[in-house]
C-alpha cells in the first residue's frame, strides 16, 4: 500500500481535490449553456462533460507518468494476458485487468449521455479502443518506460463498451427515433 502512494498519492490527491471544481464547473456550464432545448438537457449535457473529463483524466495522468524502465510493445493480441511475467501473482493480474477496464469507463457511460450517436456497444467500444490506441502510441513514443500493448487497448475499449451498457438507462430512451411514414411513389 505504501508503494501505490507513493506511486500515485499526487493523483489520487489533485483528483480529489478536482471535486469541487468539477462541481463549480457543472453548475457554471449549465447555466451558461444556451444550446440545450430545456433547463434539464443543459444539466445532463455539463454533467457529462465534466464526469467524461474528471472520470478520465486521472487514469490518463497514471498512464503517462513515466517510468524507470525500458519501453517496450506488444502488437499480439491476448498474448501480454496469457503469457503474465514471472513472479506475477493472481492478484496483481486482477489489479490490472480491473484498472484497465477503468481507465475510459467514464467517457464510455457518460459519451452515449452527452452524445446519441456513440450510444452502442460497438460504437463505444471503438470510441474506447481509438482512445486508448492514442494513449498506447503517446507512451510507446514519449519514450515512457511503459509496456504499450494491444491487450491494453482492448482491455479499455471493453471497459469503456461495458460502462456504456451499465449507463443505458440514462440514454436508451433518447436514442429511439421514430421511424417517418413513407409514401409509396406514384406509379
Sequence with gaps: MDQVWRSWGGVLVVAAAAVPLAALATVLLARLRRDAPTRAQAWR??????????????????????????????????????????GSSAGEVAVQVVGNLL???????LAPVRWPALAGF?????????????????????????????DDVLLNATGAALAGLLSRPWWA???????????????
Design 45 to 86: 449535457r455539463s454533467l457529462a462533460e465534466v464526469g467524461m473529463v474528471v472520470g478520465t483524466a486521472p487514469w490518463v495522468w497514471m498512464i503517462l507518468t513515466p517510468l524507470d524502465a525500458p519501453r517496450r510493445v506488444d502488437l499480439v493480441p491476448l498474448h501480454d494476458l496469457i503469457h503474465l511475467p514471472d
Design 103 to 109: 481507465v475510459f469507463a467514464a467517457l464510455g457511460c
Design 122 to 150: 460497438g460504437r463505444l467500444f471503438l470510441l474506447g479502443a481509438a482512445a486508448s490506441a492514442t494513449v498506447e502510441t503517446l507512451q510507446y513514443a514519449l519514450r515512457l518506460g511503459r509496456f504499450s500493448t494491444v
Design 173 to 187: 430512451h433518447r436514442t429511439a427515433t421514430p421511424v417517418a411514414a413513407t409514401a409509396t411513389p406514384p406509379r
